[in-house]
């Protein structure tokens, strides 16, 4: 029996579950995770404006000395703070004669090549051509119109989440070899939450899928697992604001308002020839308990925690991406 987000809380965040249930026991969740509602989740997803915007790194990644670069469906590209503080982005490669500008320092906000010092400051110069650039304040964003082929935006669509002054912020980076399509559809199925992840979701419901092209994909409620019986229960939503973000949002329990970003980013083959895709996932929780302010001092001892518990649970969630992509390639995908 899954255990419903009280409306009356208690004094700790934390809930004794009554009669667990051991995994193999747990009831199966195959039936309703049909693989037409994943696709029609991903169809949706899919559909949606992204604006060419890409997630290339977390804002914090990005310092006053040295550029932020990432390879973009197989595109070099480096991102800078300018003077201002407002960030730079475009080309990665020098257009004198090659250099990787990765490798080049910045020096009060112009970004200086390290072979022959052409100097960049943001704005066309020597053949170099800028890309729009965007800081929501967690993420980096690049926009990248010969690769996304769509309308451009002025700006990403960026997913609503807590005020980052009022919240405790990590963000976690992996690569698997696959497309951004399977990293979508592992998050679209959250059938797979208590039997891939036994060690942190348990009790796991699927109680909704609505159907209309501009809500949330899934409704679900699931318990946090923190240690033996102890759980925090909590009422979730699934949602793609755009073709490569995924966005799990708290509505109800502990924690209400916090969000999981996932953002599939693809960076280009690898010398295989195989896809490679970026998964750069940011934690944004929040609290309205008043405990949550020395939460949030202690931020830089949390923050590592957090990123070990996204990257364990990546570990099984791009397993699942890389064999969805393995199997759609050689034509022999069930879903």
């Known amino acids: 029996m899954n255990p419903q987000p009280s409306a009356r809380r208690s004094r700790l965040p934390l809930s004794l579950r009554r009669e667990p249930v051991p995994w193999d026991r747990q009831r199966p969740t195959w039936r309703d995770a049909r693989p037409s509602l994943i696709a029609e989740a991903l169809k949706r997803a899919q559909a949606r404006p992204s604006g060419n915007w890409y997630v290339v790194g977390a804002t914090a990644d990005l310092g006053r000395d040295r550029p932020l670069a990432r390879t973009v469906a197989d595109h070099e590209v480096v991102v800078w703070r300018g003077a201002d503080g407002r960030p730079h982005a475009g080309p990665g490669i020098c257009p004198h004669l090659g250099a990787p500008l990765a490798d080049s320092p910045v020096r009060c906000g112009t970004l200086v090549c390290h072979w022959h010092g052409l100097a960049l400051d943001g704005s066309a110069f020597g053949g ?19 690769i996304g082929g769509e309308v451009p935006l002025d700006a990403p669509v960026v997913p609503g989440r807590p005020a980052t002054a009022q919240g405790l912020t990590a963000v976690y980076e992996g690569t698997g070899v696959c497309e951004p399509e399977d990293v979508v559809a592992n998050r679209l199925d959250p059938w797979h939450g208590a039997w891939l992840h036994p060690y942190s979701f348990v009790d796991l419901t699927v109680v909704g899928s609505p159907d209309a092209a501009d809500g949330p994909d899934h409704l679900v409620e699931v318990s946090f697992k923190v240690a033996g019986r102890l759980v925090v229960p909590v ?11 995924v966005v799990m949002r708290i509505t109800g329990g502990e924690g209400a308002g916090s969000t999981v ?17 970026a998964v750069i996932e940011a934690v944004v929780a929040a609290s309205d308990r008043a405990g949550f302010a020395f939460v949030r001092r202690a931020a830089p001892l949390l ?4 990123r070990a518990a996204a990257a364990r649970l990546w570990r099984d969630d791009l397993a699942y991406a890389e064999r969805r992509w393995h199997l759609r390639s050689t034509g022999r995908f069930p879903g």
């Open 235 to 245: 009422r979730a939503t699934f949602a793609a604001p755009e073709p490569r973000t």
């Open 303 to 306: 923050r590592p925690v957090m």
């Open 261 to 277: 970003e996932t953002h599939a980013t693809p960076l280009g083959p690898d010398d295989r020839g195989r896809p490679r895709t």
């Open 128 to 146: 170099w051509e800028p890309l729009p650039a965007f800081d929501d304040g967690v993420l980096l964003w690049v926009r990248l119109d010969e």
